[in-house]
């Protein structure tokens, strides 16, 4: 059972352009919401992460959305640059550290 | 800081053999957490040591076990290797105490079993 189920799998933007990516959560108890972004034969890496008792949380071109009552978050990538290619996982945690991850977004900045 | 080292970085396998992966956390981290990340399911949860005691665990095989050491550092065995057992294995630490803290992953050890 996916604990927290993350869209699309794929992406494509055009440098300069937005990049969303969604992710849906049930258990009501999760307290911590990290970002990870994962280029190949790395290991993940923390981008940004936020609290439920936040709406929104901004860190240079990446902003994360969290809506409580929808259990929905989501990144954007403003001004997506080829830089940003690489894999970005969702993830949710109970005060603690057992995460869940999403299954991943791969995107793709064309240049 | 030197980060998360995780060894071997590759290694090859054959059906019902085992296997023993190491994972050496950031100094002062006590809490080390290992992955199964497979390009079909993501990332996994294994079970999570800290302070040498296991203090949480993902829906896995008793095949798949783990150890964590005085000195933080930890190791994870798969007995009975199978084919599906073939992914990249991350471990993350973390200093563990308190909420929200961030995870500090290796670059993984790459198993495939034949």
């Known amino acids: 059972q996916q604990q927290v189920k993350q869209s699309p799998q794929s992406l494509i933007v055009q440098k300069g352009g937005i990049s969303i990516i969604n992710c849906a959560y049930e258990?009501?108890?999760?307290?911590?919401f990290p970002w990870y972004q994962q280029f190949p034969g790395k290991g993940p890496a923390l981008l940004i992460a936020?609290?439920?008792?936040?709406s929104e949380k901004k860190e240079g071109r990446f902003t994360i959305s969290f809506n409580k009552s929808a259990k929905q978050f989501s990144l954007h990538i403003m001004d997506s640059q080829p830089g940003d290619s690489a894999t970005y996982f969702c993830a949710a945690s109970i005060t603690g550290n057992q995460f869940y991850f999403g299954t991943g977004t791969s995107l793709t900045v064309i240049p | 800081k030197a980060g998360v080292t995780q060894t071997p970085r590759y290694l090859i396998k054959t059906r019902g053999q085992q296997v023993t992966l190491s994972c050496s956390p950031i100094?002062?981290?006590?809490?080390v957490s290992w992955y199964q990340q497979t390009p079909g399911q993501g990332l996994q949860f294994l079970f999570e040591?800290?302070?040498?005691?296991?203090?949480n665990k993902g829906n896995f095989p008793g095949r798949f076990s783990g150890r964590q050491f005085s000195n933080s550092r930890s190791e994870m065995n798969v007995s009975t290797l199978e084919l599906g057992d073939s992914a990249l294995y991350l471990c993350?630490?973390?200093?563990?105490?308190?909420?929200?803290?961030?995870?500090?992953f290796g670059p993984g050890t790459r198993l495939t079993v034949l």
């Open positions: 040591y800290f302070s040498e005691t296991q203090r």
């Open positions: 258990n009501t108890a999760f307290d911590y």
């Open positions: 100094s002062g981290h006590r809490s």
């Open positions: 936020i609290r439920p008792d936040v």
């Open positions: 993350a630490s973390s200093p563990g105490q308190t909420w929200g803290n961030e995870q500090f």
